[in-house]
């Protein structure tokens, strides 16, 4: 069975996560051009899980189309993936911090997987959380 190993990671703490499967990775997303709510004195001291940051980033053209573009490319990368009875399939998305754009994406990516292809597991880890 496939699982889907979703990141969220800080470029500027930590560099890109460790793939431990032997695999050498998979496919990494940066957030950065997308408009950082961290620059914002109300979202500070909270995260892409919080719902005020949820909904800013929502209401963002930016992070919806960039989210757009993920589900075409993961999508059939997961579809190939169980046709070919793969057991893993990596994907990662950094930001400055790991706090914001990155820790949104990473949650939204496994929501979505977790709708359209119920009958695989997905393991979601915000490294700087």
């Not at 989210?67 to 997961?78: C, E, K, Q, R, T």
């Given at each position: 069975m496939l699982k889907v190993r979703i990141f969220s990671f800080s470029y500027l703490y930590n560099g890109l996560p460790e793939d431990t499967t032997g695999n050498?990775?998979?496919?990494?997303?940066?957030?950065?051009?997308?408009?950082?709510?961290?620059?914002?004195?109300?979202?500070?001291n909270l995260t892409g899980k919080d719902e005020p940051v949820k909904k800013f980033l929502d209401?963002?053209?930016?992070?919806?189309?960039f989210?757009?573009?993920?589900?075409?490319?993961?999508?059939?990368?997961?579809e190939n993936y169980i046709s070919r009875n793969?057991?893993?399939?990596?994907?990662?998305?950094?930001?400055?911090?790991?706090?914001?754009?990155?820790?949104?994406?990473?949650?939204?990516?496994?929501?979505?997987?977790n709708q359209k292809f119920p009958e695989i597991k997905t393991e979601l880890t915000h490294i700087n959380l």
């Open positions: 050498g990775g998979g496919f990494i997303f940066d957030c950065r051009y997308i408009y950082n709510p961290g620059r914002r004195r109300e979202f500070v209401g963002q053209k930016e992070m919806q189309d989210l757009g573009n993920i589900y075409n490319i993961i999508d059939p990368a997961v793969f057991t893993d399939l990596m994907v990662s998305f950094g930001c400055t911090g790991g706090q914001h754009r990155s820790v949104y994406s990473a949650q939204k990516l496994a929501e979505h997987i």
